[in-house]
């Protein structure tokens, strides 16, 4: 029930980005607090799995510090390849393309997911971050998948 709010803003900001699946849950402390693990596949990226980890705030905790509407922004992210690559229309620039979007706040915090492709070591890479409208966070966790040696699929074309 407490995640319902967060997933109901979570859905209305997740149009045409990726929707990550619940795997896990680890409960912290006694009042209720969860880590979430989640499993995200990229949707123009097949064979690739990202597990997304976060902090998952209790009623019982936003009540008592008074915070009540928004998760820390702390993620971690790991990706591996969990099958054959196919990549589909990706974008190939240093600015990367956004994968993944969850609200942490009622409004104005979201975890997101980056995808950046550096051609000249021919791997994908994925940015955990948060995006703030006031004031970003330094908080980050990054993975990496390697395509050099693999059977790589590109259905555009290999990049130049």
Same mark, same amino acid.
């Given at each position: 029930? /407490? /995640? ?11 149009? !045409?980005?990726? &929707?990550?699946?619940? %795997? ?6 006694? %009042? !209720?607090?969860? +880590? %979430?693990?989640?499993?995200? *596949? ?5 064979? %690739? $799995?990202? *597990? +997304?980890?976060?902090?998952? &705030? ?6 008592? @510090? ?10 971690? +992210?790991?990706? &591996?390849? $969990? !099958?054959? =690559? /196919? ?13 993944? &979007? ?6 104005? @915090?979201?975890?997101? =997911? @980056?995808? =950046? ?5 021919? $791997?994908? +890479? ?12 330094? @908080?980050?966790?990054?993975? $990496?998948?390697?395509?050099? !040696? ?11």
């Amino acid at each position: 029930m /407490r /995640r319902f709010g967060f997933a109901l803003c979570a859905g209305l900001l997740l149009a !045409g980005a990726a &929707r990550a699946e619940q %795997v896990g849950e680890v409960g912290v402390d006694w %009042v !209720g607090n969860d +880590i %979430v693990v989640e499993a995200l *596949h990229d949707p123009e990226v097949d064979g %690739v $799995t990202c *597990h +997304i980890a976060y902090f998952d &705030r209790s009623i019982i905790d936003r009540l008592s @510090k008074g915070n009540w509407f928004e998760d820390p922004s702390n993620s971690s +992210i790991a990706c &591996r390849q $969990t !099958g054959p =690559i /196919r990549i589909g229309d990706i974008d190939l620039d240093a600015n990367g393309e956004e994968v993944f &979007r969850e609200g942490r706040s009622l409004i104005f @915090k979201q975890l997101v =997911i @980056k995808r =950046i492709y550096d051609k000249a070591n021919e $791997t994908l +890479i994925y940015l955990a971050h948060t995006r703030e409208i006031t004031e970003g966070s330094a @908080k980050m966790s990054m993975s $990496t998948v390697p395509l050099y !040696g693999q059977d790589v699929v590109w259905e555009n074309g290999a990049p130049e």
